[in-house]
């Protein structure tokens, strides 16, 4: 336990909820507690730090039938994976070999083709290249299991209408933030997640795709109907036909929805744990998320050694766009370089990234906080309530970390 956690009083767990937690945030663990427990087969974890050190560590119920989480059960995460890749680009930006002004075409040639040579590598970070569809990149799941060919497509591919505007690239943007590192570093985006953003912060947290044998992160079973209504009766055909409507709802449909594509996520072993979708398939436990963006959130430091400089701080915290986002339905999704803020109580000063069924990575600056929040469960029917949990997350975890710093503040004795 951290020096932080057990120098103050700690909160009495709810039953059924492992870990420790400063006694300031109750009122956040309940809430857990309360949405989280009691499903079989269901589970999650919260992680709060504040300048680095944990005062939230938690976890509940299932990682699969019959299996307790743990500290080290991760879970998909869905679009919070994008974070984390973001976070490999950022590396390498801080090194030099990537400039957020630049051409993308500059590091990686085969990028120029079709009229794409002056998009920038800050239109890809921001969602505006104009590449968000899947219809002109994939013919069906095969396509996208095969990562190299989803970038070699995407280098190929023509940008749509939608080109210098927001609209997020629900998968293809995974793909074209590898395309990119591979073409400055040589290497996948699988071991970039290990060397530039795992190992150095100390975490085995942090996976794309299934964490390797012998490693402590494991992968919970998704719960749930996942995405299996997708795929039956008329609900292919409506979203086929909806590609070529204008507005939200096709791009929407343009950006998540191939014949087929529901099977990524079906079964007890489920094909999404075994390719590279750095738009999608990070498996991740809440500490590392906290973890990555507890650097973040204090000034690129972790541990006392520099992580990322205060430049490419700077820039990461900077909102790059206050438009709505063309293909989230117009939500306000107040884009950075590689990650978005949320106009609501907690949330509105930070960063970070939420993904499919609501598990998320959160860096609070103005008060050297970070959260992870992760859990299993996929289903249609609650998709809606679990897509939401930054919102009661965060402000608690917010009001907590407050609290936590008046308090400490009040019991520091005086110097002599």
């Not at 989480?69 to 869905?78: H, K, L, P, R």
């Not at 994939?138 to 190299?148: E, M």
């Not at 795709?209 to 402590?216: H, L, N, S």
Request: glycine share 14%; net charge positive; proline share 6%.
């Amino acid at each position: 336990m951290s020096n932080v956690a057990s120098s103050q009083a700690l909160a009495d767990l709810p039953t059924g909820v492992d870990g420790f937690a400063s006694a300031e945030f109750g009122p956040l663990v309940r809430t857990f507690a309360r949405r989280l427990g009691n499903k079989a087969g269901g589970g999650g974890a919260l992680t709060v730090h504040r300048h680095g050190e944990p005062l939230v560590e938690v976890w509940t119920g299932e990682s699969g039938p019959a299996r307790p989480w743990t500290a080290d059960t991760g879970s998909v995460v869905f679009s919070a994976t994008k974070g984390v890749a973001a976070t490999v680009i950022h590396r390498l930006a801080d090194r030099g070999l990537i400039d957020y002004a630049a051409p993308v075409s500059e590091y990686w040639p085969e990028f120029a083709a079709n009229g794409k040579a002056k998009i920038t590598v800050r239109q890809i970070l921001t969602h505006s290249a104009g590449l968000s569809g899947l219809p002109e990149i994939a013919r069906g799941l095969d396509d996208v299991l095969d990562h190299h060919l989803m970038e070699e497509r995407l280098a190929a591919a023509k940008p749509d209408r939608l080109l210098g505007i927001p609209a997020y690239h629900a998968l293809t943007y995974g793909w074209l933030l590898a395309g990119l590192a591979r073409a400055v570093t040589g290497r996948g985006m699988s071991e970039l997640f290990r060397t530039e953003v795992a190992e150095p912060l100390g975490t085995d947290g942090i996976h794309l795709g299934r964490p390797p044998a012998g490693v402590p992160t494991t992968a919970a079973t998704l719960l749930g109907n996942r995405l299996a209504v997708v795929g039956t009766g008329y609900v292919p055909l409506f979203l086929g036909r909806s590609y070529g409507l204008p507005g939200a709802i096709g791009a929407l449909a343009r950006s998540l929805f191939l014949p087929g594509l529901e099977i990524l996520v079906d079964g007890d072993d489920p094909a999404v744990l075994d390719t590279e979708l750095p738009a999608g398939n990070g498996v991740c436990t809440a500490t590392g998320l906290a973890t990555m963006y507890g650097a973040l959130a204090n000034g690129g430091m972790v541990a006392g050694r520099r992580y990322l400089s205060p430049h490419t701080i700077k820039a990461m915290r900077r909102i790059e766009s206050y438009r709505l986002d063309h293909t989230i339905l117009y939500a306000p999704m107040l884009w950075h370089l590689g990650y978005h803020s949320l106009p609501i109580p907690g949330a509105h000063a930070g960063f970070g990234h939420i993904g499919l069924g609501g598990s998320f990575g959160w860096a609070e600056p103005r008060l050297g906080l970070s959260v992870g929040f992760v859990h299993n469960r996929l289903s249609v029917a609650g998709l809606a309530t679990d897509q939401i949990a930054s919102a009661w997350v965060l402000p608690l975890a917010v009001r907590g970390a407050r609290t936590t710093r008046r308090t400490v503040t009040r019991t520091q004795p005086r110097a002599a």
